[in-house]
């Protein structure tokens, strides 16, 4: 008895159970709402649906589960709630100008026996404020590193920050710090080298966050750097022979502009009747003892740079126009060394390609000569076996068959 009671007990327990959990669940699906997102200050529908509804009762509930509707009637002062549709299907209700305070779970319910409920839980976004760039340094001199700080304010949820130099992803240093309730302040330091390329170059911060597109700030680097230098020759135009005159432009470009160039002749003096102006050099009536490296140097307040000018004074044209290898030579040392292996490097193919043509022919040559000495050679030797009249032919007969041992014999005696 004991046993078959406690048995029964068992089954009743497990089959309220398995209502208990199925049965409610059968019920809501007549029941449906939906979580929303909503921005703060906009407005958002909450919307509680009814599949098959038998006339029961429907109402809306805030979070603290205060009803907000009850069928078609508003109990709640709060007229930011408005009725947008009450039918058999349908309780949909909006509330405007959110604030962070409305965000929770609102209860949808329908009196059934038993009565059920559908929850809607509204999030209210907050975007962060306009994001602000700050800067360590105003300008950077190339090859030192700079420091960017990125601050999104008070957003909810915390945002994210990418940086951007230009089309390159940057990598940041994010810190995320909770202001007060659910808002949060983000932080985002980048720091890297500048190169001049840099100069002007945009660094954008952007802002993710789900209640903003588009949000960033922008800064546009700016990056000091040492001047580049370029000579170019104005005068003359082709070689530079004894007596033309020579005039130089030294182009120095830099940021800021640099402030000073000089001219001077490497390890020597500049010839005396040289004029420099501003950025010139003239030299008049050249002469082949001005041969030397002439260099512009320029500087600011990043460091100096300079350029090679190298002379090379040629006869007069009076003389035999001697046309020079490379007359690009006078302009960069590098260049007249590297133009001239060039020649180099074509003249000994030229002579290996002569010379192996010259040794192909010799050894056709040679070849066709040797095949026909033989067939002469074994003519003779043979002549010399038949009738040995001829002394050499004869010895070499005897070397080449046994048969006439005798008078090899006889002809060595
Ligand atoms: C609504 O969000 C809650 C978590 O906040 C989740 O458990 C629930 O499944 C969501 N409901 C719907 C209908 O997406
Ligand atoms: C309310 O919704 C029903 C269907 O759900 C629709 O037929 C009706 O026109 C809506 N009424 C209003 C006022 O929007
Ligand atoms: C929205 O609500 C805030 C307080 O939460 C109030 O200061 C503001 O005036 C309201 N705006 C409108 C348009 O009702
Ligand atoms: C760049 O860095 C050097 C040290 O590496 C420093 O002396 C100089 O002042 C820096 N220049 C600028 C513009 O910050
Ligand atoms: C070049 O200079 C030397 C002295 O340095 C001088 O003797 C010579 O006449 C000059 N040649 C010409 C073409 O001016
Ligand atoms: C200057 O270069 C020319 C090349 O044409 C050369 O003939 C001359 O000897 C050089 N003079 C000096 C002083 O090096």
Same mark, same amino acid.
């Given at each position: $008895?004991?046993?078959?009671?406690?048995?029964?007990?068992?089954?009743?327990?497990?089959?309220?159970?398995?209502?208990?959990?199925?049965?409610?669940?059968?019920?809501?699906?007549?029941?449906?709402?939906e *979580?929303?997102?909503?921005?703060?200050g906009e407005?958002?529908?909450?919307? =509680?649906?009814?599949?098959?509804?038998?006339?029961?009762?429907?109402? @809306?509930?805030?979070?603290?589960?205060?009803?907000?509707?009850?069928?078609?009637?508003?109990?709640?002062?709060?007229?930011?709630?408005?009725?947008?549709?009450?039918?058999?299907? &349908?309780?949909?209700?909006?509330?405007?100008?959110?604030?962070?305070?409305?965000?929770?779970?609102?209860?949808?319910?329908?009196y059934?026996?038993?009565?059920?409920?559908?929850?809607?839980?509204?999030?209210?976004?907050?975007?962060?404020?306009?994001?602000?760039?700050?800067?360590? +340094?105003?300008?950077?001199? %190339?090859? *030192?590193?700079? %420091? @960017?700080?990125?601050?999104? $304010?008070?957003?909810?949820?915390?945002?994210?920050?990418?940086? $951007?130099?230009?089309? +390159?992803?940057?990598?940041?240093?994010?810190?995320?710090?909770?202001?007060?309730?659910?808002?949060?302040?983000?932080?985002?330091?980048?720091?890297?080298?500048?190169?001049? +390329?840099?100069?002007?170059?945009?660094?954008? =911060?952007?802002i993710?966050?789900?209640?903003?597109?588009?949000?960033?700030?922008?800064?546009h680097?700016?990056?000091?750097?040492?001047p580049?230098?370029?000579?170019l020759?104005?005068?003359?135009?082709?070689?530079?022979? +004894?007596?033309?005159?020579?005039?130089l432009?030294?182009?120095?470009?830099?940021?800021?502009?640099?402030?000073?160039?000089?001219?001077?002749?490497?390890?020597?003096?500049?010839?005396?009747?040289?004029?420099?102006?501003?950025?010139?050099?003239?030299?008049? *009536?050249?002469?082949?003892?001005?041969?030397?490296?002439?260099? =512009?140097?320029?500087?600011?307040?990043?460091? &100096?740079?300079?350029?090679?000018?190298i002379?090379?004074?040629?006869?007069?044209?009076?003389?035999?126009?001697?046309?020079?290898?490379?007359?690009?030579?006078?302009q960069?040392?590098?260049?007249?060394?590297?133009?001239?292996?060039?020649?180099?490097?074509?003249v000994?193919?030229?002579?290996?390609?002569?010379? $192996?043509?010259?040794?192909?022919?010799?050894?056709?040559? @040679?070849?066709?000569?040797?095949?026909?000495?033989?067939?002469?050679?074994?003519?003779?030797? /043979?002549?010399?076996?038949?009738?040995?009249?001829?002394?050499?032919?004869?010895?070499? *007969? /005897? &070397?080449?068959?046994?048969?006439?041992?005798d %008078?090899?014999?006889?002809?060595?005696i």
């Amino acid at each position: $008895m004991a046993i078959t009671g406690s048995g029964s007990l068992a089954i009743s327990f497990s089959v309220f159970v398995i209502s208990a959990a199925f049965l409610p669940k059968v019920d809501t699906q007549n029941l449906a709402t939906e *979580n929303k997102s909503v921005i703060e200050g906009e407005m958002v529908t909450i919307s =509680c649906k009814v599949k098959n509804n038998d006339d029961s009762v429907i109402q @809306l509930l805030n979070p603290n589960r205060q009803t907000i509707y009850f069928r078609d009637v508003r109990p709640l002062k709060d007229s930011r709630f408005q009725l947008v549709n009450f039918s058999d299907n &349908e309780l949909r209700v909006s509330l405007s100008n959110v604030s962070l305070s409305d965000e929770g779970r609102y209860v949808c319910q329908l009196y059934t026996d038993p009565p059920q409920e559908a929850y809607a839980d509204i999030t209210v976004l907050v975007p962060p404020g306009s994001p602000v760039i700050e800067s360590r +340094e105003d300008v950077v001199s %190339e090859g *030192n590193e700079t %420091e @960017l700080t990125c601050i999104a $304010m008070g957003s909810k949820p915390a945002a994210s920050i990418r940086w $951007m130099k230009g089309e +390159e992803e940057l990598t940041g240093e994010t810190t995320v710090e909770e202001m007060y309730d659910r808002m949060f302040t983000v932080t985002s330091r980048v720091r890297f080298s500048v190169t001049k +390329e840099d100069d002007g170059v945009p660094v954008d =911060c952007i802002i993710d966050h789900p209640a903003v597109k588009d949000l960033l700030a922008q800064r546009h680097l700016e990056v000091l750097y040492k001047p580049e230098v370029k000579i170019l020759v104005t005068n003359p135009k082709g070689l530079t022979r +004894e007596g033309d005159n020579l005039d130089l432009t030294c182009i120095a470009e830099g940021k800021p502009r640099p402030h000073q160039i000089n001219w001077l002749r490497v390890e020597e003096d500049v010839p005396p009747h040289a004029v420099v102006t501003g950025s010139e050099l003239y030299i008049e *009536n050249l002469n082949k003892s001005y041969n030397g490296t002439y260099r =512009c140097v320029a500087s600011n307040v990043v460091g &100096e740079a300079y350029d090679d000018y190298i002379l090379y004074v040629y006869d007069a044209p009076t003389t035999t126009p001697t046309p020079t290898t490379n007359p690009v030579s006078t302009q960069d040392s590098r260049a007249g060394e590297g133009a001239p292996q060039k020649i180099d490097h074509a003249v000994i193919g030229g002579v290996v390609a002569v010379v $192996m043509f010259a040794i192909l022919c010799a050894l056709i040559v @040679l070849g066709r000569y040797f095949a026909r000495h033989k067939g002469t050679y074994f003519t003779h030797e /043979a002549k010399g076996a038949d009738d040995a009249a001829d002394a050499d032919t004869a010895i070499i *007969n /005897a &070397e080449g068959g046994h048969t006439n041992t005798d %008078e090899k014999k006889e002809y060595y005696i």
